[in-house]
Structures are given as C-alpha cells and as structure tokens.
C-alpha cells in the first residue's frame, strides 16, 4: 500500500498533500516525528507538506500499531479525520462531544478501526486537512448536501463546465446503510473472520473476501447463514449480476447528458438551461462515481445500491430535459453549482 502509492500515476504525476499518508502508512511514527511526540501538531504538518516530502518520513505501511494499543492490544483509533468524523455524525443522533476511544463498544471498535480508511474524504481549506463530509449523516444525499453547503469541487468537467465531485472509495458509509450493520455485523466479521490455531481462537488477519474460498466463506458467512458455501456464492453472484446491469444503465444515461450539455454549449442553448443541467451532471456525477468506487459491487448495501443507481439515471434524464425547458415539478432539485473558488 506504501509502495504502491509513492509510484501511482495520481502522485507523479499531480502534486499531492501529505494527507495522503493517512491510509497508506503507519502514521503514529510519522505524526509522532513532526510533532515532536505532539500527534496533533504532527498531523496537521503532515497534512499540508508536499506528498514526496512527507512519505519519506514513512517506513512501514499500516501496521499492528495503527489499530491496537500498543500496551494492552486493545482496539483504539489513531486517525484524527476519524475521530472527528464520527463525532460530527454521532452529534446528529444527538450524542455530543462523542470520544470513539472511550464510549465506543468493542463491537463498534471492529468497524471503526477499518473505517479510519475506507470512507469518502476530502482535503479542506489550504491547510489541506483531511476531513470526512459526516456532518449531515452517512449517505450519499449527506454527503452532496455537505458539499454543496461548503462549496466544494474537485474539478471542472472538460466537455460540460460542470463544477463536480470526485468520490473515493465509501465502504464504510455504504455498509452502514446495510443489513448487516443493523444487524451488528462489523468489517471484522466478515473480512477479518475468526479461526483455530491449535486450541486458540484468532481473528484471521489475512484482511480478504469472504468469498475468497469455501474456508473464508464457512468462517464468516456460515456462522450466521444455515446454508452451503455454493448457496452463499450464488447469493452474492446474483446481487453482483443485478448491480452491474443496473450499473451499465445509469453509466449510459449519465454518458448521454454529459453529451447533451456539450452540444448545448456550442449550439444556442440558454445559458439558465445549461446551468441547471450541469447541477443534475454534478449529482448524476457524484453519485455514479460514489457506487462505482466503493468496492463491494452492491452487496455491502444492494437495495440502497440500487436506489442511488436510479438517482444517478433520474439525474440525466433531467438534465436532457432541462436542457429542452422541461423540468417536472415533483422531483426534488439539486442545487446549483458552488462558486468556481474551490476546485
């Protein structure tokens, strides 16, 4: 994760901020050598240096250190952007000046510790600090609603204009939407799955699929599902098979906006037309990228899957409309696009 990271094209090739380490290596010993044993001034410096300045700084990829308390083992998290994330979101459950290393459960801890990283982010303000958009909530509609709010843009779309948003990799946030966390169910559980050593009982480390092998799948799934292990695999193929048709539809809907407003450009269309179809590019855009990169191919979350794959088709087919002067009056809008400030 370490090397791959210092050799990606995305960071030879663009300059990036520090923050980027935050997922990619073992960060109490960055922070720790920044701040001069102080974490907290250790990160904010890591989070705004140069990305090849800061990674030399790094010698290990996430490690033991970054998950366990060192003394006692017990789960702990390390990554500030966490800590007040999940503070931010537990405030709107009406939990106040929530501390996830001292009031969450250890069943809670076998998420939040892989949700330090697998979650949607950005890098705020010219300090470049690394924030998750958690204010309003956990879902995608937060999350747009957040950055809509805040005026944020990660680029202008070359063909269209359109101000829009790039989504990385919302795990965490897509299976909190799902039924296995509202069953309790954590990350763990399913990719961290416990097995026998001799007369111990571990969590197996070797972080993967639980449909890796019958072995992963008799650890993980079977301990809930009375079933088979082809059963189990024919369950998640069948949820894997519905997302990516309904995937194919939304990408060519949202492919024929992003064509139509192009042409609209060039060819008389009123600029308040446009304007109101590269809001619906900027949602349609979001919320394409949001599924597609979150990793799970549908089965963290399939129905809220599914329901933001209609959003995204519903998205385009307003935006053509809206670039004819048609807009129905019973779908909720989205909102214009931000100021051009923040991109």
């Not at 009123?270 to 590269?278: C, T, Y």
């Amino acid at each position: 994760m370490l090397i791959d990271q210092r050799y990606t094209r995305r960071t030879l090739e663009r300059p990036q901020p520090g923050a980027c380490l935050n997922c990619h290596a073992s960060l109490p010993e960055i922070t720790t050598k920044l701040g001069n044993g102080d974490q907290a001034a250790g990160w904010a410096a890591m989070n705004k240096m140069p990305f090849k300045e800061a990674t030399t700084l790094a010698t290990h990829p996430v490690g033991c250190i970054d998950c366990h308390d060192p003394k006692s083992m017990a789960l702990r998290v390390t990554r500030p952007a966490f800590i007040a994330g999940i503070a931010e979101y537990k405030a709107t459950q009406g939990i106040k000046n929530y501390d996830v290393n001292k009031q969450a459960t250890v069943q809670e801890m076998r998420s939040f510790v892989c949700a330090q990283c697998h979650v949607e982010y950005y890098f705020k303000g010219q300090e470049k600090t690394l924030t998750f958009p958690w204010e309003k909530g956990l879902t995608v509609d937060d999350a747009l609603a957040y950055y809509d709010k805040v005026g944020w843009t990660d680029f202008t779309h070359k063909l269209t204009g359109a101000r829009v948003i790039k989504a990385q990799h919302p795990d965490f946030e897509t299976y909190s939407q799902g039924v296995h966390a509202k069953a309790g169910v954590t990350c763990a559980d399913c990719h961290m799955s416990y097995k026998r050593e001799g007369a111990m009982k571990i969590t197996d480390h070797q972080v993967r699929s639980p449909m890796t092998s019958d072995v992963t799948i008799n650890q993980s799934c079977l301990t809930c599902h009375h079933t088979t292990e082809a059963d189990m695999r024919e369950r998640v193929t069948t949820i894997h098979d519905r997302y990516e048709h309904a995937k194919n539809v939304s990408f060519d809907a949202l492919t024929a906006l992003i064509t139509d407003i192009q042409k609209a450009t060039t060819s008389g269309t009123p600029a308040d037309r446009i304007a109101k179809a590269q809001a619906y590019q900027r949602k349609g855009q979001f919320f394409m990228d949001y599924v597609v990169s979150e990793n799970s191919r549908g089965f963290h979350a399939p129905q809220y899957t599914l329901r933001v794959l209609n959003d995204v088709t519903d998205a385009s087919r307003l935006g053509q409309l809206a670039l004819l002067g048609i807009e129905p009056t019973t779908t909720t809008k989205p909102a214009l696009q931000p100021p051009a400030t923040t991109s």
